[in-house]
């Protein structure tokens, strides 16, 4: 037996005493390390590791200002005062002082301030259950200026070893995520079982690793690599001389020096982990070169084929950890095999041997068999954040966003690997649309999701488009992707292995989509795409049109629903922006399915006969709409529409569901297989000079995104002349496209003359691209990746001296120019567009005619949803008109008369008895809580009392409930300090808290207020109200539930059965006794 003692700490100065006691012997740990403790790694070093040279650019003005814009704008202060925007507003001249203090700093010419090597300690949670020092995490907040000199030199340091580094070494690399880890282990085991080869594979895990990181050997490995003596020589006086305090309640604690580890907080620490991971992987290539070593960071792991392979690299990994002195996690550490003869020989390690585990994210199986609990646990742990969502005052609209935000990135992280049944799908989209009450009865929560935006609000599209996502992210990333992608498909017999490539397959076969030959796809209109490097754009949208044609399908079953063609994401969204907020909830509910008339509901509520009131016949949705005489005023203006009604789908009459456009697959068509002509040429140019290029493109598309059609042009400066002139080949069709057509135009033009060439060009990205890819850096954004990509291969062959890319205004007016040289840009850049605009007119004939089909079938669907709609607000209008007592101008006025139960006439007024200093004698009142709040609650039940003619009961609740209502009081909050502040004290007014919490504060405020007022009288508790005749009421609850027990099993059996009614009126009169009863209580307990 075990007996522990908890002592609960609140001093700060116990807490310091704590934590330093904890973390102070681990800052100190290498203290008494010598130089011949590390030698063997050193020796390692100097074997094994290449010497380089490192060369860094110097820290410009321009750096250093984008350097501290990266900083967010309330980043934090450190122990020097300084913050972002003191930086920022710093003249130019002061900055470059400190810019050339900072560089006699890496020169030895000076040392670092105290206040810049001095690092206030912040304590983050862990959320571990720990309430000791174990359960914070230490995170050391040091000056701004060292911070953004650190990051600069870390930036450089990384992208500068990044070519050097093992493609096995993923963390803090530029381009490198944890995904990455995750994902190519899984794709191994995948491979793997599919093709009955074995694999066997280990995890571990390097406890509290910054800290326990020897600085000695990083720092002589790092010179052994080629890092600069200057940088170096600053980074190890930093080391030498820094110091961290605790800062606990705003105050410091004694400062304490490190001579192991480096301190969280320091941008460069992260470089001294690449190094610690580089040499693993160099260490591991060395001596147990049949496996494969990846890393993340302090997550080490290592593949091999068999376990004895395993075995050794695994007595390597610890050889390498014991070299530098770094622990091992026994509790993080694991091996797994994809076969169970294997997994039997892997138990003698010592180590536990998993089947599945959870790895950065990712959800892993080691076999073939599906293990997805930890994803089914995750989806179900979203019970609080349901409940969050739910209490919100946010609107709707926000609310949808938060689901693919918050909800689904909890719950499907790491989906991209790891099968989920629909049945789980399903369970989310019920409690997303229950918690956001958007379910009422007859709509489906996949309906109602995939048509709102975004629809990414969908978990089936969010694990669709995160699939997508991840993959083509990895294709790019991962070495060996695309075989790996085509060694699976070439075998894949329809087995559901546990992996991104089954995975893939299973969410793009939903769509209708197929994998032909990797990279290449057929989508659901049987156009072929390249799956990897069509642009991200051109994907969604295609994804967006298969996923609202999988829902179609999915809803044919119900009967209003049967003739749903598709659904069409332009009708959609059509005029969703100038609708309101009502409008638009009751659009969705209409579409979603919902039960709207009295004939639906009728099926589950006896009480409704499913009939017209005014006609007589079932109240359906065509009689409402179609026949029924009380709405003729407001068919009237639409009669055109609902003369077409046997026309018409019915999901669009009866749900105002728009079928998708047919003619819009023969458009995408035509557009797919245009012809590239950016290398078809008019002209060969005018002489040996320079050449004077203008580009333009042009599109079209006032309807949706889905009817626009882009067109470019080259023209030549001298006479005008056009050089080259095309429509944009491709479905995506926009003008960003189409100017990159017209810049690859000319670059091809350029490569075939040979002759120099100035281009100018009204699109600014395009030339800031062109002039960065000269310059030899990467684009900034992946957008048009496609074509930006031809562009850059183009680009490459030109010299830049001779290919000029120059930016003019785009339309200028040749009336307003200032010069000659603005006519000739005007005029220029005018024929260019005009160029541009006849060439995206000019179109074949079967896309002229599928396009102008297209069009009208939009704009004939969107007139008759408009007036379809228009009938149904309309009819929902007047019932709500109807049903909020506003029948008529003489009853503007009225209001319901409420009695008020167990009220009696006033004898004494509470002014009467109240203090006239009663305002300052609250004062006097110790509840903990601010003084403006329990006064304002005084005022209010004064106020109350003033304007009462009769005296009655009042409990807790109704005065939480009478406070919600008046909305005049505004409740503390708990600060930071733990202590009850004001409402006011705050800029943005806090959060109320729930029920239970308002009825906790007014308590806590209102009993002290009132007995220090002399007002106790009033309270009256402690009083069993069973000896004044009470006791009736539960008695008459209690018989009650059961006389509704019996009517509801008599109304459940009655619709089962013809011959048998319920005794309705012996019920009426058992619930009349019952009212009796409780009347003759209340009489005698007054």
Known sequence: MELEQVQTLSSVADLCSEFKSLWAPRWQLHSTKTASDWARFLNFVQAFLPRHRLELPEISLDIWNRAVRRFKPRAARGPDGWARLDLLNLPPQRTCELLRFLAEIETSAREWPTQMVVGFVCLLCKGNGRTDAQGYRPICLY???????????ARQLLAALRPLLPSGLLGFIPQHEATELWYSVQLEIELCCQSGESLTGLSTDIRKCFNHLPREPLLTMAEQVGFPSGLLCAWRGFLAATERRFVIRGEV?????????????????????VLADWAFHVYMAAFAAPAKALSFVDNLSCLAGTPSQLAHAYGVLTCFTEMLCLPLDEDKTFSWATEAKDRAVLKFLGHPVVDAARELGGIQSFGPRVRNAALKNRCTALGPGWSALRRSRAPGHLKLLMLPAKMWARALHGIAGCPLGEAQLNQLRSAATTALRIRPGGVSSQLRLSIANPITADPGFYQLWTCARDLRRMATKLPNFLASWRQYMNAHDGRALHGPFTKLVAVLSQISWSIVQPPMVIDHEGLYHNFVEMPGALLYRLLVHGWLQHVARCHIHRKQMADLQGLDPALLHADAKQLTALDTARYASVRAGAFLFGHQHSHYDLTQTGCCDSCGVPDTVEHRIRHCPKFSDLRRPYQWAVDRWDFLPKALTHHLLPS?????????????????????????????GWQHLFTDGACRGHLHNDFALAGWGLVHAQQSTAIACGLLPGVLQTAPRAELCAMTSAARWALHTGLPCVVWTDALNVAKGIEQLQ????????ADADLWNVLDGLVVQLDPARFLVRHTPSHLDVQLTEGPFEDWLATGNGHADLLAGIAANNRPQRMVEAYDAACAYHLDQLQLLRALRSIFFGIADGSAT???????????MWEPEVSTPCSRPRSLEIEDVLPLNWGSRLVEVRCGLPLDFVKELCVFLFEQDAASHEVYELSWLEVVFALHLEDRVQYPFCGSDGCWASASSTVFRPPAPTVAGRLNLVRRALRPALKCLGLQSLLVQGIDRSDFGWVNLKRAKQELGRILGELFYGVALASDRLDFEPDFDAYRGQIQSLRSLVVSGNAAAT
């Not at 000056?143 to 030199?153: D, K, N, Q």
């Not at 020096?257 to 001294?272: D, T």
């Open 143 to 153: 000056s701004i200026v060292y911070r953004t000199w650190a990051g600069i030199r």
């Open 882 to 892: 109807r049903g909020g007592h506003a029948t008529g101008a003489d009853d503007d």
């Open 253 to 273: 604690g004694e400062g304490i020096r490190s001579s192991s580890g480096f301190p969280e907080g320091c941008p460069l620490s992260p470089v001294a982990m």
């Open 775 to 782: 310059a030899g850096r990467p684009l900034d954004e992946d």
């Open 660 to 688: 998708a456009n047919p003619h819009l697959p023969v458009l995408r068509r035509c557009l797919h297989e245009l012809a590239d002509t950016t290398g078809v040429f008019f002209s060969s140019g005018f002489g040996l």
